[in-house]
């Protein structure tokens, strides 16, 4: 069955950085687009960044262009998202999606804390 496991996230203070992973398994991880998406508490998910299956294409969200990058390794069946500068208003739960415009899988998610 697919399965995606988010870690990497935890506490950075205002202007930190930090990696996080997803480990997929259960499909062929080369053939799909993936993304990440973000959810803080009372909200609706929010979609955060995408990546072709390939990694030739990259998009993001205008709020986090310019700080987060997002990358894979296919031969490890891994998805990133290098996150710089971070803010507080990055404080929510970071998700590992399947796909790109239309998602199908998500993670349970890695909690990402900014503060001093």
């Known amino acids: 069955q697919v399965q995606l496991v988010e870690s990497g996230g935890g506490l950075a203070q205002p202007g930190g950085s930090l990696r996080l992973s997803c480990a997929a398994s259960?499909?062929?991880?080369?053939?799909?687009?993936m993304s990440w998406a973000r959810q803080a508490p009372g909200k609706g998910r929010e979609w955060v960044s995408g990546i072709f299956s390939d990694g030739s294409n990259t998009y993001y969200q205008d709020s986090v262009k310019g700080r987060f990058t997002i990358s894979r390794d296919n031969a490890k069946n891994t998805l990133y998202l290098q996150m710089n500068n971070l803010k507080a208003e990055d404080t929510v739960l970071y998700y590992c999606?399947?796909?790109?415009?239309?998602?199908?899988?998500y993670g349970r998610g890695t909690q990402v804390t900014v503060s001093s």
């Open positions: 259960g499909f062929t991880f080369n053939n799909y687009a």
């Open positions: 999606a399947r796909g790109y415009q239309y998602r199908d899988f």
